[in-house]
């Protein structure tokens, strides 16, 4: 499979599935991670939701007074989540975020985990500059050592092993906190995730 044209048939996936995705996705309870993360980051900070699919945690941030950027890479989900959050939802590709210095907090759930590792460096450099310094990011990844196409979307995997040593090569994130926790949505309590909470040196 050539690497370069899984993005696009990712975002061929979310193009054809967006509303169900949305629906299937928009209850899902990621409270105690949202805790975990603001309890990391200063009061009503600056926060960008990086690949943000239905809107649902943008809402659930926007709601505690939070300020909000938003964006996903699909037009369609964009439009989803601008109508949930009431905001506008940025149409952008993660290799395309180029802010400075500008975010206390990165919001990464279930998302750049469809990147191949060595575009998933480079992201993560990204997401080091845009944030201010000890600004923090929270992302997700499916557990396990997959990396490839998965039901029409590519998906890089980890555990704690293979993340921590991922993390090594990415020195302007400092992982600071690891935990793993069951798929949140209903009939797919089998399914594992693996979630960190890193900060810019």
Known sequence: MNKAAEPDETLQYYAENAQAFAEGT??????????????????????????????RDTKAFLDLGYQMDAC?????????????TGIRV????????????????IWACASILHLPKDELRTVFEKIATALKD???????FKYGPFEGMRGGRFFTDFTEDSLRAFFETVPALQVFQMWITD???????????????????
């Open 183 to 201: 798929d949140v949505r209903a009939g797919r309590e089998e399914e594992r995730w693996i979630n960190i909470l890193a900060r810019k040196n």
């Open 134 to 140: 000890h600004g923090v990011l929270y992302t997700s």
């Open 72 to 84: 996903d890479g699909s037009a369609e989900l964009c439009q989803i989540a601008s109508e949930v």
């Open 90 to 105: 940025k149409q952008m590709l993660f290799q395309q975020l180029n802010e400075v210095a500008i975010y206390d907090g």
């Open 26 to 55: 928009i209850s899902a309870d990621m409270s105690d991670a949202r805790r975990l993360f603001l309890h990391a980051i200063p009061e009503k900070a600056h926060i960008l939701d990086f690949g943000c699919g239905s809107g």
